[in-house]
């Protein structure tokens, strides 16, 4: 389906649906239903059935087109029951790098003592996830949806549809949820962290390095570490990767300084510095981001990282409230 048409559409769907930060309970309102193309070919062949048991004046003609009606209206009735009273949530996504997939994991649940069958749930044009749901039961689908920009987005509308029990008909409900979808720049863990952060401390100025002078032991290797740190030596001996550490005399501080990074484009720069970040909470220094605008001081722990990962991620974005294209390049 085209772009343009898509968005036409979910602007109609939007507007008689509001995003929703919690559950979404499927209502007769909130369903819709039409046939398929199988459902279409069938009433055709229903149309021409009950010519030829006119024309013929055939009564078992006549039983078996009744008879066929009566299933696909049957049919019709238990398709958009199978999706009447369902609730469904998406858990807040868990933020990944660019170029990884975003997992949304959906919970569906119900308070009907029936079976709900090949349940489907559809992101955009990526494949579907299917379940079934046991009485008074709870569900969750999951779907991997691809990401090819950073920043903060919002999860698109999506389809929850089903086509059991005959597939002669499709019904959907379309779901919004207003959720943070966040995307960091994808680490770049090739640059040396001596000529990227610089300590402040007292008003001097120094520099912060995994190097040092005098050999200090061995512990685990951290991914993204250079492979010359590696003990090739204790590798040998079947003791695992360990890297060598050494003492230095580097201030307990930092800064990750956008100005510092060496030259190269915005994208390049805020994957250096999304690096710089994580190698900085594994050596458990504080550490600080300076962004054009925007400083951030320097401290540590779990939620300061999250805070200068968040405003490398969404550095110079205007809109918080874009849907999220698994199709749209930065």
Same mark, same amino acid.
């Given at each position: 389906?085209?772009?343009?048409?898509?968005?036409?559409?979910?602007?109609?769907?939007?507007?008689?649906?509001?995003?929703?930060?919690?559950?979404?309970?499927?209502e007769?309102?909130?369903?819709?239903?039409?046939?398929?193309?199988?459902?279409? /070919?069938?009433?055709? @062949?229903? +149309?021409?059935?009950?010519?030829a048991?006119?024309?013929?004046?055939?009564? @078992?003609?006549f *039983?078996?087109?009744? %008879?066929?009606?009566a299933?696909?209206i049957?049919?019709?009735?238990?398709?958009?029951?199978?999706?009447?009273?369902?609730?469904?949530?998406?858990?807040?996504?868990?933020? *990944?790098?660019?170029?990884?997939?975003?997992? +949304?994991?959906?919970?569906?649940?119900?308070?009907?003592?029936?079976?709900?069958?090949?349940?489907g749930?559809?992101?955009?044009?990526?494949?579907?996830?299917? /379940?079934?749901?046991?009485?008074?039961?709870?569900?969750?689908?999951?779907?991997?949806?691809?990401?090819?920009r950073?920043?903060?987005?919002?999860?698109r509308? /999506?389809?929850?549809?089903?086509?059991? =029990?005959?597939?002669?008909?499709?019904?959907?409900?379309?779901l919004?949820?207003?959720? =943070?979808?966040?995307?960091?720049?994808?680490?770049?863990?090739?640059? *040396?962290?001596?000529?990227? %952060?610089?300590?402040?401390?007292?008003?001097?100025?120094?520099?912060?390095?995994?190097?040092?002078?005098?050999?200090?032991?061995?512990?685990?290797?951290? *991914?993204?570490?250079?492979?010359?740190?590696?003990?090739?030596?204790?590798?040998?001996?079947?003791?695992? /990767?360990?890297?060598?550490?050494?003492?230095?005399?580097?201030?307990?501080?930092?800064?990750?300084?956008?100005?510092?990074?060496? !030259?190269?484009?915005?994208?390049?720069?805020?994957?250096? %510095?999304?690096?710089?970040?994580?190698?900085?909470?594994?050596?458990?220094?504080?550490?600080?981001?300076?962004?054009?605008?925007?400083?951030?001081?320097?401290?540590?722990?779990?939620?300061h990282?999250?805070?200068?990962?968040?405003?490398?991620?969404?550095?110079?974005?205007?809109?918080?409230?874009?849907? +999220?294209?698994? !199709?749209?390049?930065?």
């Open positions: 389906m085209p772009k343009l048409v898509r968005r036409r559409i979910d602007n109609w769907f939007s507007t008689r649906n509001p995003p929703s930060q919690g559950s979404i309970l499927l007769s309102r909130r369903l819709y239903i039409l046939p398929t193309r199988f459902g279409y /070919l069938f009433g055709v @062949m229903l +149309f021409f059935l009950f010519l048991a006119i024309n013929y004046q055939n009564s @078992m003609a *039983v078996l087109t009744f %008879m066929l009606t299933m696909a049957i049919s019709l009735w238990q398709t958009h029951k199978n999706l009447l009273g369902l609730s469904v949530s998406l858990k807040t996504p868990r933020p *990944v790098f660019k170029g990884e997939s975003s997992e +949304f994991v959906f919970r569906f649940s119900h308070a009907n003592k029936a079976f709900r069958y090949a349940i749930v559809q992101y955009a044009n990526q494949p579907p996830a299917y /379940l079934t749901l046991e009485p008074e039961a709870t569900a969750e689908a999951r779907l991997k949806i691809p990401s090819h950073r920043g903060q987005f919002k999860p509308g /999506l389809y929850v549809f089903t086509r059991y =029990p005959t597939g002669l008909f499709h019904a959907w409900g379309w919004k949820f207003d959720l =943070p979808v966040l995307i960091y720049p994808k680490p770049v863990f090739d640059t *040396v962290l001596q000529e990227t %952060m610089v300590a402040q401390h007292d008003g001097r100025t120094s520099t912060s390095t995994i190097e040092g002078d005098d050999f200090a032991g061995l512990r685990q290797h951290r *991914v993204g570490e250079s492979l010359r740190h590696i003990s090739w030596k204790a590798y040998a001996q079947g003791k695992g /990767l360990l890297t060598k550490t050494f003492q230095g005399h580097a201030m307990p501080t930092l800064w990750i300084d956008w100005f510092k990074i060496p !030259d190269g484009s915005t994208e390049t720069k805020l994957s250096y %510095m999304t690096a710089l970040v994580f190698l900085a909470e594994n050596e458990n220094q504080e550490y600080g981001v300076k962004l054009p605008g925007q400083t951030i001081e320097q401290r540590s722990g779990t939620a990282r999250q805070e200068c990962l968040h405003a490398i991620a969404t550095f110079r974005q205007q809109d918080f409230n874009q849907d +999220f294209d698994p !199709d749209a390049r930065q």
